[in-house]
């Protein structure tokens, strides 16, 4: 497992845009598939972004592919979460996740470690 720190949140205004951070410990930061997902409050987690080790497959839900971004730096032990267009209902808590080969890189459950996640707030 690794830990996982995230950054960046913070309030916005619709239409703005904000950079997520997550910083993993380690030195084999690059073995693992990262996710971001969100959960806003009395709704279930919902998986956003994920990006393959070498960062060569990238996966997005279909409603925020265009507006999100997810890349990594591996020298950096870090992933990235570029959040653009802002709307209110991506109002939730974003927290990146961790794994070894998930088996279905858009579950949950598939990852090993979480981070403690960073609260988005978007205003209209």
């Known amino acids: 497992q690794v830990q996982l720190v995230e950054s960046g949140g913070g309030l916005v205004q619709a239409g703005g845009s904000l950079r997520l951070s997550c910083a993993a410990s380690?030195?084999?930061?690059?073995?693992?598939?990262m996710a971001w997902f969100r959960q806003a409050p009395g709704r279930e987690r919902q998986f956003v972004a994920a990006i393959t080790g070498s960062g060569s497959k990238i996966y997005y839900v279909g409603s925020m592919e265009g507006r999100f971004t997810i890349t990594r730096d591996n020298a950096k032990n870090t992933v990235y979460l570029q959040a653009n267009s802002l709307k209110p209902a991506d109002t939730a808590v974003y927290c990146c996740?961790?794994?070894?080969?998930?088996?279905?890189?858009?579950?949950?459950?598939?990852?090993?470690?979480w981070g403690q996640g960073t609260q988005v707030t978007v205003s209209s």
């Open positions: 380690g030195r084999t930061f690059s073995v693992y598939d």
């Open positions: 996740a961790a794994g070894r080969n998930p088996t279905n890189v858009r579950i949950g459950a598939a990852y090993d470690s």
